[in-house]
Every structure is written in structure tokens, then in C-alpha cells.
């Protein structure tokens, strides 16, 4: 903690001070205060990825400062409590633990999260402080678990190349074999009486020639063309209207990777109409504005992409993000019944959007692959009162679990207007 804050370490230390004089016992009743039962860790952790994840991590330093240790740097746990709940009025009552850190973090007010009780602030606590002190081999694998939806895929080329090398191995034993025994019944031929004949017809040169005139050779020439030309022509009537891979160029070199992968920032945090409706919904100026407002430089681009974004905040310019996915206006989607009541992942249609530099169109969008999906998924319904009264039915007829192509999934009329 000294590395990173030494002029407010040095007056932590100083109110610490202070306070144990003040009160010998206090300091100690304040770490008990920190909850270290499972539930109140659980509790905490929700609270966190719910209101403090976007600016805060437990070990790295994001918008704000990172919180692990904070307990121990704060001035006291009843200070932190007031500071979450109102930092601006810390800040401008003049404390100067919080006056300096506020400048440290370039002037940026945090939320104020009035409604959040002390206890539950306790509860945050409880889980940083238990993060924190999770051995550090931990962390890596966190951070690797997001990129499991793209490793799959990557498997099944490598199975393939092994499928090909042994079928090529197998040919070259045939052909060696094959040449073995036609030596083996020239040599059987030679020695018994043949006539001058029969004797050119063994001995007959294979060259290209007589190869290619065989009726065997021109059947298998043909054969291979026709299947190449069948597989061309139903490749190119099943990509009509489809947009596989489309990536277009961005006006702002957006960074999912950067964003949703590298900060881990949640995808409902800028897709906000998902939980809502219909709509993903793209993110406004205002919502880059909210970090941007004092990241003024990126790693990969410098300061000119994201100098983009407060021209585009400064002349109230919408930015003109060219639209990736887009299904025809007959077809209704809608994004919060499979986000929020089917409970799919974005990565199930979306593929690993936070490894994306640029993203691309990642799911057929067919009209099979809705239906495909639809006959092979169970709806979730435990839980969820809609449900209860069909679970109630279905179980009667003997099956356990329901596709959504029985609660009428299938229905012409669920997805055309
Ligand atoms: C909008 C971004 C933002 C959010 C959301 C946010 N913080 Fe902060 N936080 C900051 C910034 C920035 C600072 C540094 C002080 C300042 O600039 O006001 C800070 C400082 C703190 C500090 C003091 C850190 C220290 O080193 O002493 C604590 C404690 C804290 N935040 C807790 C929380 C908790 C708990 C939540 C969630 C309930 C939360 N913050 C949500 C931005 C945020
Ligand atoms: C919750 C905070 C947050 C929000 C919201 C946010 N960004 Fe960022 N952005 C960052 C961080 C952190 C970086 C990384 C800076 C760095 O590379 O060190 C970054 C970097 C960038 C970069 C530069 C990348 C590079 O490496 O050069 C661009 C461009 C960018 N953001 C665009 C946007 C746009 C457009 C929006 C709104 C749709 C947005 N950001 C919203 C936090 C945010
Ligand atoms: C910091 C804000 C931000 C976060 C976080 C974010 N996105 Fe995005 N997303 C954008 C912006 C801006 C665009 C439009 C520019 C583009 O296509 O790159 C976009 C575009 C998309 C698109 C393509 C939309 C189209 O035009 O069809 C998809 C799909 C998407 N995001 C999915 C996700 C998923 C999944 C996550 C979480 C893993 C996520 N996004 C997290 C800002 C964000
Ligand atoms: C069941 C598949 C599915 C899931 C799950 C899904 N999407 Fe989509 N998404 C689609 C389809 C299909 C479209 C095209 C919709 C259209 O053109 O009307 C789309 C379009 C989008 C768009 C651009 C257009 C818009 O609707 O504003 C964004 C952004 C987006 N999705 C983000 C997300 C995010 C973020 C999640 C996860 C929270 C998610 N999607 C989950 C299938 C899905
Ligand atoms: C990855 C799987 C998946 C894909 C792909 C998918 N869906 Fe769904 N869909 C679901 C699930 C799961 C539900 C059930 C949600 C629930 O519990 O109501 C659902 C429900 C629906 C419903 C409501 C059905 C009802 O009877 O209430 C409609 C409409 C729908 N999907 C349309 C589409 C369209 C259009 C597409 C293609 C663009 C699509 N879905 C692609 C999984 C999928
Ligand atoms: C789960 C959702 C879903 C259901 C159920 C569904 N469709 Fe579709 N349908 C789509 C989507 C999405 C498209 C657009 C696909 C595309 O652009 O390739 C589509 C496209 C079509 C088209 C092609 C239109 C064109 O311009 O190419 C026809 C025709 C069609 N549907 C008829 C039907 C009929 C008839 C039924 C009932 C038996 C049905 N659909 C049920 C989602 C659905």
C-alpha cells in the first residue's frame, strides 16, 4: 500500500494513531467488524459485482483505487462506510485522506450508494478482505475461465489433421502392397509358357497414357467434378442472406477485448436493453463518457480514438457505429425472453465476444439456427411462477424436462409478425 499511496499511508498512519490513543480497544473492534461467515461473504460479493465492479478491483488498480487492504489503509471502517454511501460529502467536509485521494483519482466523484446499509458496506468488505487473502495462484485461473467458450473449437481442427495423417499413412501402405503383388504375379507369369501376346500384355509400360484412358480413371475424374460442382452450388444457395464472419470497420476502434475481456466489465453495463426487451440496445456516448471522461489515453491506439468519442460527447453527435447483426424485418427477436427468462448466455449466439477486437457475426442467424436451438434446449423453469402450471401438465404425461420447442417454440407465429 505504500508503493501506491504514500502521502495518504503516512496519514492513515497518523489517524490511526490518533485513534488507537483515543480508544486502545477500538482499532481491534473494528477489523472484528469485517464479517467472515460464508453468507455474509456471498452477500457481499453480490454487491460488489452489482455496484462497485465497473470501477473497482479487489487487486489492481481500475477507476478507482484497488479495495484489498483497504480496511486496514482507510482511516476506519465507520469512514468507509460514509464514504460509500456519500463521497462527495467526505470530500467536501475537507478530510484529508479522502481531499488527496480524490485528487490522486484525477478529480472522479464516485456513485453515492445511499441506499447500501452498513451492514451490507460490512458485507463488501467481507468479501474483499477474503479475496484478498485467497493465495494468488487463484487469480490467473479467473481470469482465463471467460475464454472457455472459444476453446472448443479450436479442438476439433487438431482431431481432424490426426483423422488425415493416418488415412494418408494407410494409402501409401495400400499402394505399397499393391505394388508388392504385382510384382510378385509378373514374376509368377514369367515362368510359365506364354505367348508373345499375353507376354506384352504383362509386361505392358504404365504410363500416363494408358492411365488416363482407363474407363476406371475417366469414371473417378468425373465423379470428383460433379460432387465439387454439387458441393459449390448448395454452398452458395445456403449463403444467400447469410453474413457469417461479417466484421465491418467501426467508426471508433472499439475493443471488446479491452473492455468486456481485459476489465471484465459486464456486457449489460453498455447493452443495457437486454434484460429490458427487445433490443440489445448499442451504448450511448454518455456511457463511454462516464470512464472516458478522465481515460483520456488507450494503450494500442493512443489518445486519437478515444478523442473521438468527446468530439462525438461535445458537438451531442451520435457516433455511427455500422450495425453487425441483422436479421430481416418478418423475423421477431427478442432479447431479455432469452437473455433474462431463457437464461442463454450472449456467448451461446454471440460466440467469445470478449476476446473480439472487432466484432463479428458469430451464429448463422438462419432461420434453421433458431429452430435448431429451439429442439434442442429445456426451458428453465424452476423457479419461474409462468411455468409452474405447464411443468404441472407436462409431468403428468411422464417426461421430466420440456424443450422450448414444446412450449410452442416451432410456432410460425412466435417468430413472424
Ligand atoms: C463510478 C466509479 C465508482 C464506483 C461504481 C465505485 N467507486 Fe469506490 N471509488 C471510486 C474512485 C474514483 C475512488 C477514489 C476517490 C475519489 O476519486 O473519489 C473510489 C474510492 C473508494 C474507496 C476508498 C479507497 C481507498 O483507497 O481508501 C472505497 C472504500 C470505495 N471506493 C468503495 C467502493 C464500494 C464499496 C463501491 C460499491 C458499493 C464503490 N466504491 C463503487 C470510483 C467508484
Ligand atoms: C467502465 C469504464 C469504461 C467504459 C464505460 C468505456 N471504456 Fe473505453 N476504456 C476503458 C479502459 C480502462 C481502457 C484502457 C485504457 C488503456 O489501454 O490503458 C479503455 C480504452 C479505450 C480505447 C482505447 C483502446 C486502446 O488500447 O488504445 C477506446 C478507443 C475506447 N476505450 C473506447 C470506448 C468507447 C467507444 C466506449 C463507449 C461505448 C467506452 N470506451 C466505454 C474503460 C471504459
Ligand atoms: C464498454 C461498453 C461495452 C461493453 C462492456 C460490451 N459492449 Fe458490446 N458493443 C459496444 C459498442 C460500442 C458496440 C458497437 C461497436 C462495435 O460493433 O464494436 C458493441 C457491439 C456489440 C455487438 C454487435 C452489435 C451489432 O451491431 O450487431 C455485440 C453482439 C456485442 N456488442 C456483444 C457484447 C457482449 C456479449 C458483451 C459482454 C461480453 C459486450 N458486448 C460488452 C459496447 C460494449
Ligand atoms: C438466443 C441468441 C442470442 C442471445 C443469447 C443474445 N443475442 Fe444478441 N442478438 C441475437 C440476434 C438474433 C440479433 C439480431 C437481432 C435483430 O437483428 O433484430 C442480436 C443482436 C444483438 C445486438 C445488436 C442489435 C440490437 O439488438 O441492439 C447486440 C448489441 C447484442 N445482440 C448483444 C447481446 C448481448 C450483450 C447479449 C447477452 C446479454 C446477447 N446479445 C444475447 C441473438 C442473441
Ligand atoms: C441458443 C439457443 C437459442 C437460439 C439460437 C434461439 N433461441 Fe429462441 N429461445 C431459446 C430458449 C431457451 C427459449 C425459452 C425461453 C423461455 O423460457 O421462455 C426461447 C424462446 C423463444 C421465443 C418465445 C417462445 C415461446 O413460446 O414463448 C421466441 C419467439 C424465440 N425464442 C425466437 C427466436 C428466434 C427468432 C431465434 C433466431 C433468430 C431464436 N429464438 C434463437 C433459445 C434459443
Ligand atoms: C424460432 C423462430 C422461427 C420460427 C418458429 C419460424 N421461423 Fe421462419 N424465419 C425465422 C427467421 C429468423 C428467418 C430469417 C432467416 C434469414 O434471414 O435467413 C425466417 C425466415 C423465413 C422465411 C424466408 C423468408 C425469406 O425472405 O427468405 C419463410 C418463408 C419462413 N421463415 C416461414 C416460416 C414458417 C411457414 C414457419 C412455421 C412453420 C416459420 N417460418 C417458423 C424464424 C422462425
Not at 483515543?22 to 469485517?34: D, P, T
Not at 479495495?67 to 482507510?74: E, M, N, P, Q, W
Not at 478523442?307 to 427478442?334: C, G, T
Request: aromatic share 8%.
Amino acid at each position: 500500500m505504500t508503493i501506491n499511496y504514500p502521502h495518504s499511508a503516512l496519514k492513515s498512519l497518523i489517524f490511526s494513531i490518533v485513534l488507537a490513543l483515543s480508544s486502545l480497544s477500538s482499532l481491534s473492534s473494528f477489523s472484528q467488524e469485517i464479517p467472515t461467515d460464508e453468507a455474509s461473504i456471498a452477500a457481499g460479493k453480490q454487491l460488489f459485482d452489482t455496484n462497485c465492479k465497473t470501477c473497482h478491483r479487489v487487486d489492481s488498480r481500475l477507476i478507482g483505487p484497488p479495495l484489498g487492504g483497504v480496511y486496514d489503509r482507510a482511516p476506519s471502517i465507520e469512514w468507509i462506510q460514509n464514504f460509500v454511501k456519500n463521497s462527495s460529502a467526505v470530500i467536501a467536509s475537507g478530510d484529508p485522506y479522502a481531499v488527496n485521494l480524490f485528487n490522486e483519482y484525477n478529480k472522479v466523484l464516485m456513485t453515492s450508494f445511499s441506499s447500501l446499509k452498513n451492514e451490507d458496506i460490512l458485507n463488501i468488505m467481507g468479501y474483499i478482505k477474503s479475496e484478498a487473502e485467497k493465495p494468488q495462484t487463484a487469480t490467473p485461473d479467473g481470469a482465463a475461465q471467460p475464454a472457455g467458450a472459444g476453446g472448443g473449437a479450436a479442438g476439433a481442427p487438431e482431431y481432424l489433421n490426426l483423422i488425415l495423417i493416418g488415412m494418408v499413412i494407410i494409402l501409401i501402405l495400400l499402394v505399397v502392397i499393391l505394388l508388392f503383388m504385382i510384382s510378385a504375379i509378373k514374376r509368377f507369369l514369367d515362368q510359365r509358357p506364354l505367348t508373345e501376346e499375353q507376354r506384352e500384355v504383362v509386361h505392358s509400360p504404365i504410363n500416363v497414357g494408358t492411365i488416363t484412358r482407363s474407363r476406371g480413371f475417366i469414371f473417378a475424374v468425373a465423379f470428383i467434378v460433379a460432387a465439387l460442382g454439387f458441393k459449390a452450388i448448395i454452398n452458395v444457395l445456403f449463403s444467400v442472406g447469410v453474413q457469417l464472419g461479417y466484421a465491418p470497420e467501426q467508426p471508433i476502434a472499439f475493443s471488446h477485448k479491452i473492455h468486456a475481456g481485459q476489465y471484465e466489465i459486464d456486457c449489460k453495463y453498455c447493452h443495457t436493453g437486454v434484460t429490458k426487451g427487445k433490443n440489445a440496445t448499442i451504448p450511448s456516448v454518455n456511457i463511454c463518457m462516464n470512464c472516458h471522461n478522465q481515460i483520456k489515453s488507450g494503450t494500442n491506439t493512443g489518445e486519437n480514438e478515444i478523442a473521438k468519442i468527446v468530439r462525438a460527447y461535445n458537438e451531442n453527435k451520435p457516433i455511427e457505429w455500422v450495425r453487425v447483426h441483422n436479421l430481416p424485418d418478418l423475423a421477431y427477436f427478442n432479447h431479455s425472453q432469452h437473455v433474462i427468462v431463457g437464461e442463454v448466455e450472449c456467448q451461446t449466439c454471440h460466440g467469445p465476444v470478449q476476446e473480439m477486437d472487432v466484432v463479428r457475426q458469430h451464429s448463422l442467424l438462419t432461420m434453421g439456427w433458431c429452430i435448431d436451438c429451439h429442439r434442442q434446449t429445456e426451458v428453465n423453469a424452476r423457479g419461474n411462477a409462468y411455468y409452474d402450471k405447464l411443468m404441472e401438465l407436462h409431468g403428468k404425461s411422464g417426461k421430466a424436462n420440456m424443450t422450448v420447442e414444446e412450449i410452442g417454440g416451432l410456432e410460425c407465429s412466435k417468430c413472424h409478425y
